[in-house]
Antibody, heavy 120, light 111 residues
């Protein structure tokens, strides 16, 4: 089955760190870029960042709101993408989705998401 | 404040037609494909339309997309109560702030 499964969410204090994982199955993970998108409760979708494939030098890019605090990585041997989140702020509280991009700039596969709550 | 502008809400009766607009700029919609996503309550977004007007396998032809200049439109005909959801447009952006931008979302109510 083609799917993405996120894990690693939870409650963390402001200033803390958390690492999310996204396990992929059913498709050639190593050939695909992977993106992270988040959604605060009752709010819209916000692009977080992405990592490209080995063929594209594992290039990363981030939204201005997380640049310098979040790091996206991947392990193609484990078909898994990660986002390391440091210096977390209350405004980072959201459901985090990993998603696979299609050639035309769309996202055709989404995980169910994992909830990150930043609170004291 | 989202980069792409959508109406917060639209509504129509079952069986009717509704359109949802998405307005952007030359750095995003004007030079890139637009996609649309449906998010049912408590679930992940689902791709509805890609490359402006194409439907993935399994999406009924009641859903359609179009683009003109720096704006795009999602159309839904034959509304069903099961279409009640949030709808988002998205596209690439060539500015330095983000690879991808989304609209703020439109809540569709089927009266």
């Amino acid at each position: 089955e083609v799917q993405l499964v996120e894990s690693g969410g939870g409650l963390v204090q402001p200033g803390g760190s958390l690492k999310l994982s996204c396990a992929a199955s059913g498709f050639t993970f190593s050939g695909s870029a992977m993106h992270w998108v988040r959604q605060a409760s009752g709010k819209g979708l916000e692009w977080v960042g992405r990592i490209r494939s080995k063929a594209n030098s594992y290039a990363t890019a981030y939204a201005a709101s997380v640049k310098g605090r979040f790091t996206i990585s991947r392990d193609d041997s484990k078909n898994t993408a990660y986002v390391q989140m440091n210096s977390l702020k209350t405004e980072d509280t959201a459901v985090y989705y990993c998603t696979r991009p299609g050639a035309g700039g769309y996202f055709d596969l989404w995980g169910r998401g994992t909830l990150v709550t930043v609170s004291s | 404040q989202s980069v792409l502008t959508q109406p917060p809400s639209v509504s129509a009766a079952p069986g009717q037609k509704v359109t949802i607009s998405c307005s952007g700029s030359s750095s995003n919609i004007g030079n890139n494909y637009v996609s649309w996503y449906q998010q049912l309550p408590g679930t992940a977004p689902k791709l509805l339309i890609y490359e402006n007007n194409k439907r993935p396998s399994g999406i009924p032809d009641r859903f359609s997309g179009s683009k003109s200049g720096t704006s795009a439109t999602l159309g839904i005909t034959g509304l069903q109560t099961g279409d009640e959801a949030d709808y988002y447009c998205g596209t690439w952006d060539s500015s330095l702030s983000a690879d991808v931008v989304f609209g703020g979302g439109t809540k569709l109510t089927v009266l």
